[in-house]
């Protein structure tokens, strides 16, 4: 009776992880501060596929143990990045960057939030960094977000 339990729990264990293979995926991620174009952190993470990008964000943010504020819906900061009016950077009367976390997957910028993006395969490519866009004469410029590490920041980075 004890062999069978003992066979049942390793029959179902195995199951389990074949299971959970079938559904896995690795995702290779990097993570870039405002002030280097070298990633802060970076990784391989081995996933469900039918999470989000936010989801598996939170996982490996809270495996890898780096600080963050958000959810899978929205980072607001990672490493303690500034948030809010400390985002902010005036650049005259007409212009400012408002700065925060983007994301890119296999080199796209979605124009949507990270709890609506889905990984596609076992080579998916997964970067957060920490980005910006423009407001100039009260309109927002179109492209995607841009990295702050490009332009470096005296607020975020010091003096060049």
Known sequence: MKKNVLSAITA?????????????????WEIYGPCSNKAAHAGKQLTDIKL????????????????????????????????????MEVISDTEMRAHGWCYSLNGVIPDVMPNHTYPSSQNDHLIWFYGYY???????????CMPTYDIKPEQFCGKK
């Not at 179902?12 to 290779?28: K, R, W």
């Not at 899978?72 to 490493?79: A, G, H, K, P, T």
Request: no cysteine; proline share 6%.
């Open 12 to 28: 179902i264990t195995m199951l389990y992880g074949l299971l959970f293979s079938l559904n896995a995926q690795a995702i290779y």
């Open 52 to 87: 989000s990008i936010g989801e598996i964000t939170v996982e490996i943010l809270d495996y890898n143990k780096i600080p963050y504020e958000g959810t899978e819906l929205n980072f607001s900061s990672i490493y303690n990045s500034p948030t809010g009016l400390e985002a």
């Open 134 to 144: 423009t407001n100039k004469d009260n309109v927002w410029l179109p492209g995607p």
